[in-house]
T-cell receptor, first 116, second 113 residues
Framework: DAGVIQSPRHEVTEMGQEVTLRCKPI?????LFWYRQTMMRGLELLIY????????DSGMPEDRFSAKMPNASFSTLKIQPSEPRDSAVYFC??????????????FGPGTRLTVL | KNQVEQSPQSLIILEGKNCTLQ??????????LRWYKQDTGRGPVSLTI?????NTKSNGRYTATLDADTKQSSLHITASQLSDSASYIC????????????FGTGTLLAVQP
């Protein structure tokens, strides 16, 4: 298995532009998680899906952020309009089941976003 | 407030030495505690997962302990190698309906030759 796949790996954009990050979870996994990592705040959970349904989006910073999971093999995280403070590394992770018990999460390589 | 605190923030040790990283949490309810290793420029990789009833778990040279009464965990690395240089993140799953993960800010470990 190729693991969790994210694209692009790096994105540089200007303030005000729309940014779309993409994630392909590991085949067979039914939970998908979007995280943001910065030096100041570490890793933060933005939103997670179970069976393609958003379960908890309380970590989404504001209305400029939206996430979708149209099917079991694809998810997007969109920022519109982007701002410099959105600069961070965004990780996608997947697991079989929720975060209870021994359900291990597998992380993708991340997308490094820079908003100028 | 649910929090996970790690210490030290950073640590430098010589190759071959042992070290112990600490994690204190105030998350309630508690489901499980995880330690992740994150190499520079990569996503975190799970080292151990422990539930309430477990007080120790090993993964090669890594041994994690959990004291659910005092809400403390430690990660002990034995005979460190240069490849152990990474950030180590303690994560607590909060249980309940959403099992939300609460992350520590990590300990940055540098192993020097």
């Amino acid at each position: 298995d190729a693991g969790v796949i994210q694209s692009p790996r790096h994105e540089v954009t200007e303030m005000g532009q729309e940014v779309t990050l993409r994630c392909k979870p590991i085949s067979g996994h039914n939970s998908l998680f979007w995280y943001r990592q910065t030096m100041m705040r570490g890793l933060e959970l933005l939103i997670y899906f179970n069976n393609n349904v958003p379960i908890d989006d309380s970590g989404m910073p504001e209305d400029r952020f939206s996430a979708k999971m149209p099917n079991a093999s694809f998810s997007t995280l969109k920022i519109q309009p982007s701002e410099p403070r959105d600069s961070a590394v965004y990780f996608c992770a997947s697991s079989f089941g929720m975060t209870s018990g021994y359900n291990e999460q597998f992380f993708g390589p991340g997308t490094r976003l820079t908003v100028l | 407030k649910n929090q996970v605190e790690q210490s030290p923030q950073s640590l430098i040790i010589l190759e071959g030495k042992n070290c112990t990283l600490q994690c204190n949490y105030t998350v309630s309810p508690f489901s499980n505690l995880r330690w992740y290793k994150q190499d520079t420029g990569r996503g975190p990789v799970s080292l151990t997962i422990m539930t309430f009833s477990e007080n120790t778990k090993s993964n090669g040279r890594y041994t994690a302990t959990l004291d659910a009464d005092t809400k403390q965990s430690s990660l002990h690395i034995t005979a460190s190698q240069l490849s152990d240089s990474a950030s180590y993140i303690c994560v607590v799953s909060g249980g309940g309906a959403t099992n939300k993960l609460i992350f520590g800010t990590g300990t940055l470990l540098a192993v020097q030759p």
